[in-house]
Every structure is written in structure tokens, then in C-alpha cells.
């Protein structure tokens, strides 16, 4: 099978690697959709001596395949494999915990003090196999497809949770800052639990995106202070919600700048830290502001069951497919900054 790997210093290769027999507890996935995510490209950025120390550390190989956004077929099992059979479509939850502790357990796993992760340390999914463990494996109902499916897995998740908790609704004006995928994921979402949605970016094709899945308004923060933008649409009272997918320090401030009294606000983008004025900001506004990193593995079935009710158009976020065969091709563009998702598909698929 071939597959993926970073040689350091934005290089990749497409390697042939023996296709791998599943062992006990695991599952052997054909791949049929497979994406690149912002988290890839921090591995795909370093150098080779920094990559290869940062595997090590995980005992893991250097020449580890990278990619962590798959979906595909079930093409074999291994033994004591009870719940998922060959022939299943699923979708692969991105990080392998210990699944004894209490984080497991409740489906935390990004939280258990043994994670690891595809294309970090274990072969990931920008291969035509990848070996998984069974409780990691997804079903996908035949409604969903493999490329709409491969946009929910990391990106689609991680906006859903950060979401689900800021629980925007019809009463509420949100902003949100960051519109690469995750980013316009939330706007979806925010938008279907019926928030008017503000979105900001500097990137007009990212802003145009926006208001095509239902942003109301766009600012270009290179052309407009997002702050009196958002402050003339609501009146002067600032938003009820906010959330930065960018990870940029600005953009986290103008946030806090622009969120009204009682604002619910989360940081998801990882970037810079950002410095708060905790008492005419935190305090006298009262506002509360959280985190969110990725999902929690129980909240699978829930967003997909949303974005299929809802019939929300994940598709579009979708604005190149390459053959695995193109890896570095593949990666060299998304570093550009410039794209929506782009996946590796195969055929069929
Ligand atoms: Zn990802
Ligand atoms: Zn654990």
C-alpha cells in the first residue's frame, strides 16, 4: 500500500509500505476519503531532527505515515473484534487513549494521560490502509458520504463541541473569528441552531464562503476593525456569543472587545497567548469564557445525526481532492493557506 510521510522542512513523500494484518482488538480500514487538517501541517513544518525527537518521544517511528481525518470501508479484523465486521463504513476517532481511565471511560479520550494519535505516532489515514482499534472505529449511516463524513471527523467534531457548549440560539448574535474549516463548521452550526452569525477572516474567499452557508454578515479584518463592525450591527450591545477558530492574538482580543454583558465566549484555535483586562472585561461584563479542544468520542452520533437532519452542506467546504499517489502535491497546497478542506479520495469512493 502506499502511503505518506514528511521527510521535514515542508517535504513529504509517497512511500510503498506492506499492508498491515490486523492483530487482536484491531481493525484494518480501506480507505475512501481521507483530509488534511491545520494539525498535519505542524508536522509537515518542522524540521527533521525536531520531528523525528517529537515521535521519539512517543516511541514512535520517524517514518510514521501522517494523516488523522479517515473514512472508509472495514476490509478485515482481527481476532476478539465484536462490533464492527468487514464491509462496515466508518469514520476513524483520531486519538487512541488507554481506555481504562476515567477520561476514556467517559469518552474524553483527548484528555488521557497515555493518548497518542494517527500520523503523530501511530501509521495515519493518508495511506490506502490504516490499522485502527476497534472502539476508535465510527459506524457511518449510507446517508452520510465518505467525503462529507471525512470534513465531520476533526473539523466538523471539534466545531460541533465548542458549539454545542456556547449553545447559541435564536436569541443570539454570534461572531466568529477564524474561517479556515473549523471555523466555517461552527458558522453552520451556529447558524442551524438559529444565531445571526458574524464571521471574520482575512481571506475574502473564506469570507464569501460564510455567507453562503448562512453567515449575515462578514468582516475583512485587513480592510474593517471587526470591533465598530460588529458593535453597528448589534446596536452597540456586542455579541451574546464568540469563538476564535484562528488562534491569532487579535483576533481573541477583539472578541473579548466586542462580546456584550453576560457574553458566553470560547477559544478553540491554538495559537498565541492574549492578555485580558479582567476587570472592565471578565468581570464587569460578566463574562465567561472557556476553552475547547477537539471532542469527546459520545458526541459522534449526535452530529452526525445534526448535520443530516439539517441537511447542512459540508461539502462545500471541500475545494480540492487529490489521489494519494499526489501526497506531496496535496500538502504543498494546503500549506499555501489559501484553500477550504482538501481530501485524498479513492476511486469509488
Ligand atoms: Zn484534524
Ligand atoms: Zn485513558
Request: charged fraction near 25%; glycine fraction near 12%.
Amino acid at each position: 500500500m502506499k502511503g505518506v510521510v514528511f521527510l521535514g522542512d515542508r517535504k513529504a513523500e509517497v512511500r510503498e509500505f506492506p499492508t498491515p494484518d490486523p492483530g487482536s482488538g484491531q481493525v484494518l480500514v480501506r480507505m475512501k476519503a481521507s483530509s488534511i487538517c491545520g494539525t498535519d501541517m505542524h508536522f509537515y513544518r518542522k524540521s527533521w531532527d525536531d520531528l523525528v525527537a517529537f515521535r521519539q518521544s512517543f516511541n514512535g517511528s520517524p517514518d510514521t505515515i501522517t494523516g488523522h481525518e479517515p473514512c472508509g470501508v472495514v476490509e478485515a479484523v482481527g481476532s476478539h473484534v465484536m462490533t464492527v465486521k468487514p464491509g462496515d463504513r466508518v469514520t476513524v476517532y483520531q486519538h487512541v487513549g488507554c481506555e481504562r481511565c476515567g477520561f476514556c471511560r467517559r469518552g474524553d479520550v483527548m484528555f488521557c494521560p497515555k493518548r497518542t494519535g494517527y500520523g503523530s505516532v501511530h501509521n495515519g489515514s493518508a495511506a490506502d490502509f490504516t490499522l485502527v482499534p476497534e472502539r476508535n472505529c465510527l459506524e457511518l449511516p449510507d446517508a452520510l458520504s465518505f467525503e462529507r463524513a471525512a470534513v465531520l471527523s476533526c473539523a466538523g467534531g471539534t466545531a460541533y463541541q465548542s458549539i454545542k457548549r456556547l449553545a447559541p440560539s435564536g436569541k443570539d448574535t454570534m461572531a466568529i473569528f477564524g474561517l479556515g474549516p473549523v471555523g466555517l463548521c461552527a458558522v453552520m452550526f451556529a447558524v442551524a441552531r438559529g444565531a445571526r452569525v458574524i464571521g471574520v477572516d482575512l481571506v475574502p474567499e473564506r469570507l464569501e464562503l460564510a455567507r453562503q452557508i448562512g453567515a449575515s454578515d462578514t468582516v475583512n479584518a485587513t480592510q474593517d476593525n471587526p470591533l465598530e463592525v460588529i458593535q453597528d450591527f448589534t446596536g452597540g450591545k456586542g455579541v451574546d456569543a464568540g469563538a476564535d477558530y484562528s488562534g491569532n492574538s487579535q483576533a481573541q482580543e477583539a472578541m473579548l472587545a466586542c462580546a456584550g454583558k453576560g457574553a458566553r465566549l470560547a477559544i478553540v484555535g491554538v495559537g498565541e497567548s492574549f492578555s485580558v483586562d479582567t476587570l472592565r472585561v471578565m468581570i464587569m461584563k460578566q463574562l465567561t469564557l472557556m476553552g475547547s479542544w477537539i471532542y469527546n468520542i459520545g458526541l459522534h452520533d449526535e452530529f452526525v445525526d445534526f448535520v443530516l437532519e439539517k441537511e447542512l452542506p459540508l461539502e462545500k467546504l471541500i475545494t480540492h481532492r487529490f489521489r494519494i499517489e499526489q501526497g506531496p502535491e496535496a500538502f504543498k497546497l494546503f500549506d499555501s493557506g489559501k484553500t477550504g478542506k482538501i481530501l485524498f479520495t479513492w476511486e469509488d469512493s
